[in-house]
Structures are given as structure tokens and as C-alpha cells.
């Protein structure tokens, strides 16, 4: 079992940063695959990021390509999302989520892929 805690959401305007971040307990953090996705309003689920176990490939949807990164610290147990130039239309709740896999270079954009899912945090950017 993997217990996962985000924080770093808020409300900001449009143009502004946030740093999202996800803290694991419970498992060995380094044998997960962690994603990032989101959540609008009357909207599915969606990918937004996702690196592997030994932060050797990333991916990201193209709407935030080149203005959110992706990052985790295994020493620390922690996954990060720094996001930049940031539109309304980001504006959603997001989830991090684990999957364990063996291949440290190992992405998945499935959602149905990831067995642990945080409680999510609420970003909202205004124009």
C-alpha cells in the first residue's frame, strides 16, 4: 500500500507559477512510476505528466508541454510538478498517482494503470 499527500495548490492569476508536490509513505518509492493528472469540472479525468522510477523519461500532454516539469526525489519520497505560465484552462484539481513496475524507464497515461491515487489539490488561475 502507497499513502500519497499532495499539496501546493491554490489560486492564482494567469502567468503565475505553482509547485505542486506529492509525498509517499508506505512503500518503496523508488519501484513506482508516478503520474500527474487532473480534473476540470464536468471533464474526465485527464493526463497531465508522468516520470519514471529512475526519472530517466518523462512525458507530458501536449497542452502543458514546455510549461510544466515534472521531477521526483527519491530520497525524499517525493514527486513535484512545477508549473509555469499558467492559463485558466488549467485551472482543475490535481491528483498524483503510483504504479509499480519493474522497468525504471517504464510511462503509462492510463489512468486505469495507476493502483494509488492522492486525494488531489485544487488549482484554480484566474485571467
Known amino acids: 500500500q502507497v499513502q500519497l499527500v499532495e499539496s501546493g495548490g491554490g489560486l492564482v492569476q494567469a502567468g503565475d507559477s505553482l509547485r505542486l508536490s506529492c509525498a509517499a509513505s508506505g512503500r518503496t518509492f523508488s519501484n513506482y512510476l508516478m503520474g500527474w493528472f487532473r480534473q476540470a469540472p464536468g471533464k474526465e479525468r485527464e493526463f497531465v505528466a508522468a516520470?519514471?522510477?529512475?526519472?530517466?523519461?518523462?512525458y507530458y500532454t501536449d497542452s502543458v508541454k514546455g510549461r510544466f516539469t515534472i521531477s521526483r526525489d527519491n530520497a525524499k519520497n517525493t514527486v513535484y510538478l512545477e508549473m509555469n505560465s499558467l492559463k485558466p484552462e488549467d485551472t482543475a484539481v490535481y491528483y498524483c498517482?503510483?504504479?509499480?513496475?519493474?522497468?525504471?524507464?517504464?510511462?503509462?497515461?492510463?489512468?486505469?494503470?495507476?493502483?494509488?491515487w492522492g486525494q488531489g489539490t485544487q488549482v484554480t488561475v484566474s485571467s
Open positions: 516520470i519514471s522510477r529512475s526519472s530517466s523519461n518523462t
Open positions: 498517482a503510483a504504479k509499480s513496475t519493474i522497468s525504471g524507464s517504464f510511462i503509462s497515461t492510463r489512468p486505469d494503470e495507476y493502483a494509488y
